[in-house]
């Protein structure tokens, strides 16, 4: 079973930059479909970006342009990088991991905070 520690939340102004990461063990990582997902109070957990093993990304549209995600398998990590930050980003990001075609192979990070207010 993999698990995931996510770091890198915190307060920052509209406008600024964060740059999340992702810490994987206990897995072959490489072969891991990695993303990921925010949660904002009385909204559903929504997709924000996911990278393949291959390199392949796709992106929420809200966030398209601003963010970018990156793996580095040599260091088992995946980093979300934040640019242009805007209020409505605030929420808690949470990692994600997964084998390809296999749903219940998916493994959670804790979340860590965002908070985008000026």
């Known amino acids: 079973q993999v698990q995931l520690v996510e770091s890198g939340g915190g307060l920052v102004q509209p406008g600024g930059s964060l740059t999340l990461s992702c810490a994987a063990s206990g897995t072959i990582f490489y072969i891991y479909t990695m993303a990921w997902y925010r949660q904002a109070p009385g909204n559903e957990r929504e997709l924000v970006a996911r990278?393949?093993?291959?390199?392949?990304?796709n992106y929420a549209d809200s966030v398209k342009g601003r963010f970018t995600i990156s793996r580095d398998t040599a260091k088992n990590t995946v980093f979300l990088q934040m640019n242009s930050l805007k209020p409505e980003d605030t929420a808690v990001y949470y990692c994600?991991?997964?084998?390809?075609?296999?749903?219940?192979?998916?493994?959670w990070g804790q979340g860590t905070q965002v908070t985008v207010s000026s």
């Open positions: 990278i393949t093993s291959g390199g392949m990304t």
């Open positions: 994600n991991a997964q084998r390809p075609f296999a749903p219940a192979s998916a493994a």
